[in-house]
Nanobody
Framework: QVQLVESGGGLVQAGGSLRLSCAAS????????MGWFRQAPGKEREFVAALYWIGRNTYYADSVKGRFTISGGNAKNTVYLQMNILKPEDTAVYYC????????????????WGQGTQVTVSS
């Protein structure tokens, strides 16, 4: 099992920045993909960014490309999401996920999920 705990959410004005963290514990060596997803009220959970530990390759949704950066700690037990130039449409609950699939945009390809952290961007 892998346990994931997100932190760093909050209220920020449009144009501002936030850094989310995801602390992983348990059998972290059993997973090689980490993802960030978000879910706004009344909408489906959507892919934001993914990181593969091997090669540290990263992938982003078009809506956040150039503004958000996913990165991982050296010990593979922390993943970050640096969010810059935030927009009101970025408002959502942000979730960290871990799994072993190369279909990184699909929620059902991840085995473990955190409880989420709220990000609210005011205009």
């Amino acid at each position: 099992q892998v346990q994931l705990v997100e932190s760093g959410g909050g209220l920020v004005q449009a144009g501002g920045s936030l850094r989310l963290s995801c602390a992983a514990s348990g059998r972290t060596f059993s997973t090689y993909a980490m993802g960030w997803f978000r879910q706004a009220p009344g909408k489906e959970r959507e892919f934001v960014a993914a990181l593969y530990w091997i090669g540290r390759n990263t992938y982003y949704a078009d809506s956040v490309k150039g503004r958000f950066t996913i990165s991982g700690g050296n010990a593979k037990n922390t993943v970050y999401l640096q969010m810059n130039i935030l927009k009101p449409e970025d408002t959502a609950v942000y979730y960290c996920a871990a799994g072993n699939s190369y279909s990184y945009t699909r929620t059902n390809e991840y085995d473990y999920w955190g409880q989420g952290t709220q990000v609210t961007v005011s205009s």
